[in-house]
């Protein structure tokens, strides 16, 4: 029989191989013919993800063939539920309906959802690209923004993910640009402008079956780099206290049911804040970012796409309900009148699976190497971009797309698994082209105006007091370790850059990478490993020439 799968990339390979465990004929779409996934299908056509009415004839042409026709459509990790959802319900298979997957998908409907139904979230409004046409309408529509909400406020694209096109605005000059990237980022054109919510965010997965809701991975995320919202990694599963779960559990089971998913899976991003959960938004997909395909499998030993798949197929998910223990319905003081929206489980993980990205500074790639190679039988997985090639162009990130690659680890041990993860990122290196402009630009601490401190640097920047106690020059070929100034190993020796490296272990990578080397200017090599890392320590010794 055969199982129609949504998209073919990194994120949908393990849906494709659980479909083939399970016996199915796996038919898979995608726009990229060149789809890394394609190889592990059965078969492979060439659709766009947004062509509804396309995507319905194919599965059309499926259900009525001889081998058994077409028992379910399926996606994980992509923004096309609503698609999955529009051609199931024309062929009564087993889905959320349409138009809840489509309050899922579009952030504007489901905040009116919640609004609605009285889940707590942030206050919205709504922006089209003809709203923003001139300078006089982004400063009336500014104006009617900070009326009802103060800086910094969040803008983010309707129908996309990833946070492509998100970021955070934290004073006027930002709002102009954030606002038509984030327009230029929807495929309607359409951004929604929202408070801002402090807290700790977690990142919760769940599966609807018969009346019943149970939690499938609930992850602390690890969210840095403003004005924009990077996630550096997720830890699964979030330590935190029971009557905080329950309240976060209990609330994403509100949203979803306003939202009026009720056959497959919902995601949310959700944060605890100084007022209880408030959700981030809910989709009606698995989530991306290896944590329904990686993380949450490793920890909890279930293969919760695989039970995804059985619901979308009409089948009984029978590990999931083995499994699960019931979870204490616990609505939060905004909403403590609300009636169970379902009956309530989860299924608990049996060790933590930390993951963790690794990142670069902008520049061009010269060459890739690991300064050592992984030995730790807790680090699972080695996940680089296929993007990140020799010859290609590297920045750092202003979304969840633009990072280097991810470490998975897994460990009995909470720290353990954190650690090794950690320590495992810190020993990626990416060489850059040296003497190129937008390296340069970055040592030099150039930035646009409407990104104040962003990128960041990677332990800080020295006073011109600290400068000044600075002189001399290192020898050529000569070990960097001996000649580490006493104001960094005073000011900066505790601090951490974004692929975990301190200023010692950074320097003793420098050793080991460029153990011949030019002369090296104090002041000017100290200034662009503070600003750079390792790489722009790298850089600033390859470009003299």
Not at 112 to 120: E, G, I, L, R
Request: glycine share 6%; aromatic share 10%; hydrophobic share 35%.
């Amino acid at each position: 029989m055969n199982i129609l799968i949504l998209g073919a990339g990194l994120m949908q390979k393990p849906a494709i191989l659980s479909a083939k465990e399970l016996g199915f004929t796996v038919c898979v779409i995608d726009a990229n013919d060149k789809a890394v996934a394609i190889p592990y299908a059965h078969k492979f056509k060439k659709i766009d993800l947004k062509d509804k009415e396309g995507i319905l004839e194919y599965a059309k042409e499926l259900q009525i063939e001889q081998n058994g026709g077409l028992a379910g459509v399926f996606t994980a990790g992509t923004d096309f539920s609503a698609s999955v959802s529009y051609v199931c319900q024309k062929l009564s298979l087993p889905s959320h309906s349409f138009e809840a997957a489509t309050n899922a998908s579009v952030k504007t409907q489901m905040r009116q959802c919640f609004k609605t139904h009285n889940v707590p979230s942030p206050e919205f409004f709504s922006v089209s690209k003809v709203q923003i046409q001139s300078e006089s309408q982004i400063n009336q529509l500014l104006q009617t923004i900070t009326s009802k909400i103060e800086y910094p406020f969040v803008v983010k694209p309707v129908d996309n993910m990833g946070a492509r096109g998100c970021r955070m605005v934290r004073s006027q000059n930002e709002f102009a640009s954030a606002i038509k990237v984030a327009t230029e980022s929807s495929r309607t054109n359409t951004a929604i402008v929202e408070d801002y919510m402090e807290g700790p965010e977690y990142s919760i997965d769940a599966l609807v079956y018969n009346g019943t809701f149970t939690i499938t991975g609930f992850a602390e995320r690890h969210i840095k780099y403003p004005p924009y919202f990077i996630e550096v990694g997720h830890t699964m599963p979030a330590i935190l206290e029971e009557d905080k779960y329950n309240q976060l559990v209990s609330v994403f089971a509100l949203g979803a049911k306003s939202l009026g998913l009720t056959t497959g899976a919902a995601k949310a991003d959700i944060k605890w804040t100084k007022n209880g959960p408030m959700i981030g938004e809910i989709a009606g997909r698995l989530s991306g970012g290896y944590m329904s395909g990686w993380t949450y499998p490793y920890a909890s030993d279930i293969n919760l796409t695989k039970q995804g798949i059985l619901i979308a197929c009409g089948k009984e998910p029978e590990q999931l309900i083995k499994n699960r223990i019931s979870v204490k319905f616990q609505p939060s003081e905004k909403c403590k009148n609300a009636e169970k929206p379902y009956e309530l489980f989860q299924i608990p993980c049996k060790r933590t699976s930390a993951e963790r990205a690794w990142m670069s500074i902008p520049g061009t790639v010269e060459y890739i190497e690991n300064i050592q190679e992984f030995t730790d039988k807790a680090v699972f997985d080695t996940l680089p971009r296929a993007t990140v090639s020799l010859g290609s162009k590297v920045d750092f990130p202003r979304n969840n797309i633009e990072k280097c690659g991810n470490i998975i680890s897994v460990s009995h041990n909470h720290q353990i698994a954190q650690q090794v993860s950690q320590d495992a990122v810190s020993n990626i290196f990416i060489t850059l082209k040296p003497n190129t402009k937008e390296t340069d630009d970055f040592l030099q601490c150039k930035t646009y105006d409407d990104e104040k401190d962003f990128p960041p640097s990677a332990f800080g920047k020295l006073t011109q007091n600290q400068l000044e106690k600075i002189e001399g020059t290192i020898p050529k070929d000569s070990k960097v370790q001996e000649f580490i100034p006493e104001i960094i190993k005073k000011d900066f020796s505790e601090k951490i850059d974004w692929n975990y490296n301190t200023v010692l272990s950074t320097v003793q990578k420098f050793d080991i990478l460029r153990p011949k080397h030019p002369e090296l200017k104090m002041k000017d090599f100290w200034q662009a490993l503070l600003r750079g890392g390792i790489q722009g320590a790298v850089y600033f010794s390859d470009s003299i020439k």
